[in-house]
Nanobody, 124 residues
């Protein structure tokens, strides 16, 4: 069992930056690939970024590539999403997810554990 708690969301102007964090419980954090997804009102949950167990491999959605960076600290059981050059279309609830697979998945159903989400609102 893995429990995930996100933090760092908030209101920011377009062009600004935010850093999201996800703290994981348990002693097997480095057995999970960790991902970030987001969901805007009335829309499906969409993939943002994922990082491998070791942190050596990452994948990003095209919409955030070059603006967002995912990282992890296995010693502290945390994963971060650094977001730069934020746009109003980045407004959504952002969710941290854990996937026990060795494959980096970019779809939500492959993840076994989810946090409650943190809201990011980008004003124009």
């Amino acid at each position: 069992q893995v429990q995930l708690v996100e933090s760092g969301g908030g209101l920011v102007q377009a062009g600004g930056s935010l850093r999201l964090s996800c703290a994981a419980s348990g002693h097997t954090f480095n057995c999970y690939a960790m991902g970030w997804f987001r969901q805007a009102p009335g829309k499906d949950r969409e993939f943002v970024a994922v990082i491998s167990r070791s942190g050596d491999n990452t994948l990003y959605a095209d919409s955030v590539k070059g603006r967002f960076t995912i990282s992890r600290d296995n010693a502290k059981n945390t994963v971060h999403l650094q977001m730069y050059s934020l746009k109003p279309e980045d407004t959504a609830a952002y969710f941290c997810a854990a996937d026990h697979s060795l494959v980096l998945h970019t779809t939500a159903p492959e993840n076994q554990y989810w946090g409650q989400g943190t809201q990011v609102t980008v004003s124009a």
